[in-house]
């Protein structure tokens, strides 16, 4: 029986505020038979969940597809919810129909700005009148009557700063950090409410508690604040509609009042201090407290940056709960949470009023024991609680976060309960794709440590580390990790904004700031020559949307973001005389590389030969973009363009005996990833590479621009077990040494905890940071072999190509791609026998490659030779095994070796 199953619109379950003209839907296609692709699909569209009225119907439509299916014959309205249903038709060994999918809906928002009638509101600017209130968070309110019966209500809000939605003393929606970090001068999200549950006959109160977020709290290293403005305000407007057909419109505006709230201070570096004795009863208007209550002030702000929200919001993800307590030798109480985490600490507490407890909060305890904040540097993550003395109270924050593993109380009264502590595990809600396991615990636990790198660096914005001050949206570290993280979780939404505000803060000339969104342009001054546009850094402009079109198959992204991928190639070609070569400007080198000079972060690595060959990759990957959209004069000219690039760098470094000029394990690798050298010279790079590991006793010496692409390099030119060894090396430098210390999460440094458990530095040495944990690409793809094809993309064709080696006896991948979950496992048996376990979703296929399997009357499929077995498109027998081409379905192959 074939079932359609995941209907999603944009990615997205059932979203609210959908924007967009022509929306796309995509599904999956699920049957017990082999082989099954579908033939034919039918879309229906109604106002109703019924489908009693069909607002438009597709009828059968002969297509294969199944992913981004644009609706683009509906002109839909705003604020309206349109239900939707798919069925199919497959052919596996018959043609067969599925019955019609659940139902779906999408729901359109405001759909222009025009429509935002509600004015910007805010605390009068006389507010605070004590250097102390000048921090503290206002609270705004109003009040409506409902007399009739509500049909459907929605809120539609955002903000500048953060805000935080209640209704009658209870929180709205499990949104936080609302409404995201963008490039607030030029773009602003907005978020839809569905409160039609809460709108009852009667008086109800609105509240919105506002903070600093990112908008004008402090961000940055050099604590700057007011960053994008100096005044936090909320925009506001609930749409009510009646039984009646009647509609109530509420707005923000100058009928609000403002008061202070509790939170005297809510930083997202620096935690938050909260005097509940302050609490107001703010959702009744006869309290007791309601002299507090003043005008709100509207002022003016652009309503034409305000978009949709196109990635999922901040979500509570999972509760940890501490392992223990410790005492530490200088007397502190600490929590330990067990796993390096980003979120915040519910608690409970009691005590008298204005009794004040503390919690700070950092990821190690130092060689002695003690606890450690020097890495956090001068980010405080202090959370300062005064109770108001009314039994047991329970808190956690407001508008900000903390990256911690343990936490130092003060003020809580012995014997410390765990039971009264929670961690609260919060980043963008992503959904989790990828899975991996292998026959070595210490590859499990660098698998886990990646997962939980992205988890805490990918709130809202990819971060580069999310304890110290700093917590910005480095392009470099984005771009390495692009492809490890579309593995582990669905970041194609969470990408899409962040791309949407690199295009926004692209420079008119094309060059692309450090970190997105960008700050102050002299917060980057001190660089160099230019405050933006670092080769490796700048090309996440171009790496990442092709990367997502691979992982996805989304075109309209590819589309979206072509002018911007050929905005910064044009800004390298215009920026020196040698319009091939890229040797002008500053760049972070193979940043934190192990062969860097005394006192330097910069690898040895010469910098115009990183700068050039990304500048080669970039064009090749705009020449592919090219392609893919159909632009053939784009991608004639990129072709030529290339070449020119490629033949430009082997002038400038390539000898005339064929090596390449700089000797170092990061040259050689990006010369062989990025195609750059070939025949004799690519035999004697490849050579070159295997003798600087080996020179090194088969360890790494790159930083942030090799480490990603070492191992499918050595993968590729066939030194296999070399990338093992490098893989399983459990001394300094190497990805399991961070194991040995007990690290939860990736680190910055590959000694940031040394041998002795001193540090490497206090200054920069976070430990949770992703960029390292790029060796996941190489887990999945390698190591399983699970492999996109640029030609397919999305993985509607699969390449299975598993790569065992010494050290390991299975892994297991398993990867949900956009067609469904793909698998491929492998099981080398002590008697020389080989197991290979694929699954291939519906309506892709695949082709498996059977490592060490040298003849097809050897191979048995589920028992049965694999001549005979169901599914199987072709069997080629090629010098390095067999290569099998697979419909979808289960399939089970074992072999001698």
């Given at each position: ?250 707005v923000s505006g100058n009928d609000w009042q403002a008061a202070g709230s509790a939170i ?400 170092t394990q990061t040259a050689q690798v990006l010369a062989l990833r990025f195609g750059l ?221």
């Amino acid at each position: 029986m074939v079932q359609v199953v995941k209907v999603r619109c944009e990615y997205l379950k059932n979203p609210l505020g959908i924007d967009v003209l022509h929306p796309r839907i995509s599904w999956q296609i699920e049957a017990e038979e082999r082989g099954i692709q579908q033939q034919a699909y039918q879309l229906q569209v109604s106002l109703e969940p019924e489908f009693g009225h069909i607002l438009w119907d597709s009828g059968r439509n002969a297509s294969s597809q199944s992913v981004h299916v644009v609706l683009d014959q509906i002109e839909l309205q705003a604020r309206t919810r349109y239900f939707y249903r798919v069925k199919v038709w497959a052919i596996g060994q018959h043609l067969e129909g599925s019955d019609w999918s659940e139902t779906a809906y999408f729901e359109t928002g405001l759909m222009d700005y025009s429509q935002w009638t509600a004015e910007w509101i805010s605390a009068p600017s006389d507010f605070a009148v004590t250097e102390e209130e000048a921090e503290r968070c206002p609270l705004l309110r109003t009040f409506v009557t409902v007399e009739k019966t509500v049909k459907s209500a929605r809120i539609y809000a955002t903000a500048l700063g953060m805000y935080e939605l209640q209704w009658n003393g209870k929180r709205i929606g499990d949104h936080y950090f609302t409404p995201g970090w963008t490039s607030y001068g030029k773009r602003l999200q907005y978020q839809v409410y569905d409160v039609t549950d809460q709108l009852g006959v009667g008086t109800h109160a609105i509240g919105a508690l506002l903070g600093n977020g990112w908008y004008k709290g402090e961000l940055g290293w050099k604590q700057e604040k007011e960053t994008y403005g100096s005044r936090a305000a909320l925009l506001f407007q609930l749409h009510i509609r009646y039984e009646d057909g009647t509609e109530d419109v509420v707005v923000s505006g100058n009928d609000w009042q403002a008061a202070g709230s509790a939170i005297l201070m809510s930083e997202m570096y620096h935690g938050e201090r909260y005097d509940a004795r302050l609490e107001l009863n703010w959702h009744s208007e006869q309290s007791a407290d309601s002299n507090v209550w003043q005008p709100v002030e509207t002022i003016t702000h652009s309503k034409s940056i305000i978009t949709q929200q196109v990635n999922e919001p901040v979500r509570p993800a999972e509760t940890l709960k501490p392992i223990a307590v410790i005492q530490t030798p200088e007397g502190d109480t600490v929590l330990d949470f067990g796993q390096n985490m980003v979120g915040w600490v519910k608690f409970e507490v009691e005590g008298a009023a204005g009794h004040v407890v503390e919690l700070q909060h950092a990821e190690v305890l130092d060689q002695a024991g003690n606890f450690y904040m020097d890495n956090i540097r001068k980010a405080k993550q202090l959370i300062q609680y005064m109770l108001k003395g009314d039994g047991t109270e329970t808190f956690e924050p407001h508008f900000t976060f903390q990256g911690f593993r343990y936490v130092k109380l003060t003020g809580f009264k012995a014997p410390i309960k765990l039971e009264a502590f929670s961690g609260i595990v919060l980043h963008s809600d992503m959904e989790r794709t990828g899975f991996f396991e292998c026959s070595d615990a210490k590859v499990n636990q660098l698998h886990h440590n990646i997962v939980w790198g992205q988890k805490g660096n990918f709130v809202d914005v990819p971060t580069d580390c999310p304890q110290r001050d700093e917590r910005l949206g480095w392009t470099g570290d984005a771009q390495m990790f692009i492809r490890t993280s579309s593995y582990v979780m669905n970041v194609a939404p969470f990408f899409t904004k962040w791309l949407l505000d690199l295009k926004a803060d692209q420079t008119p000339e094309g060059g692309i700031p450090f970190y997105i969104p960008n700050l102050k342009p002299e917060f980057s001054e001190g660089w160099g020559d230019t405050s933006h546009s670092s080769a490796a850094w700048g090309d996440a402009a171009v790496i990442c949307p092709w990367t997502l079109y691979e992982a996805y198959g989304d075109t309209r992204l590819l589309e979206a973001q072509y002018e911007s991928m050929n905005l910064w190639i044009q800004y390298i070609y215009n920026q020196g005389s040698e319009p091939y070569l890229w040797n002008t400007g500053f760049h972070f080198g193979d940043w934190l590389g192990l062969d860097s000079k005394p006192n330097s972060y910069i690898g040895a690595t010469d910098k115009d030969f990183v700068a050039t060959a990304y500048y080669a990759y970039s064009v090749s990957l705009v020449a592919k973009a090219a392609k893919a959209l159909g632009k053939q004069e784009d991608l004639e000219r990129l072709a030529v363009w290339h070449e020119r690039i490629i033949t430009a760098f082997q002038h400038e470094f390539l000898t005339p005996a064929g090596r390449l000029s700089v000797p170092t394990q990061t040259a050689q690798v990006l010369a062989l990833r990025f195609g750059l050298v070939s025949g004799a010279a690519k035999e004697k790079a490849e050579e070159k590479l295997v003798q600087l590991l080996k020179e090194e006793n088969d360890h790494l010496t790159t930083g942030f621009v090799g480490t990603p692409y070492l191992n499918p390099v050595l993968s590729e030119a066939g030194h296999n077990e070399l990338a093992y060894r490098l893989l399983l090396q459990e001394d300094y430098p190497s990805w399991l040494y961070q194991i040995t210390k007990g690290a939860t999460t990736i680190w910055e440094h590959w000694d940031g905890i040394k041998e002795d458990g001193s540090f490497w530095s206090a200054d920069m040495n976070s430990f949770n940071h992703y960029a390292y944990g790029a060796i996941g690409e190489w887990l999945y793809s390698y190591v399983a072999g699970i492999q996109p094809d640029e030609e397919q993309p999305g993985f509607k064709h699969v390449k299975i190509s598993p790569q065992p080696g010494s050290g390991l006896t299975w892994a297991e991948a398993k990867l949900t791609t956009m067609y469904g979950t793909v698998v491929s496992s492998w099981r080398c048996e002590e008697a020389g026998r080989m197991e290979i376990r694929v699954t291939v979703p519906g309506n892709a296929r695949a082709t498996v490659k059977l490592p060490g399997a040298k003849a097809v009357v050897d191979v048995l499929e589920n028992g049965i030779s694999l001549l005979q077995a169901a599914g199987i498109i072709a069997i080629h027998d090629e010098a390095e095994g067999l290569k099998v081409e697979l419909g979808s379905g289960d399939y089970h192959f074992a072999y001698p070796l």
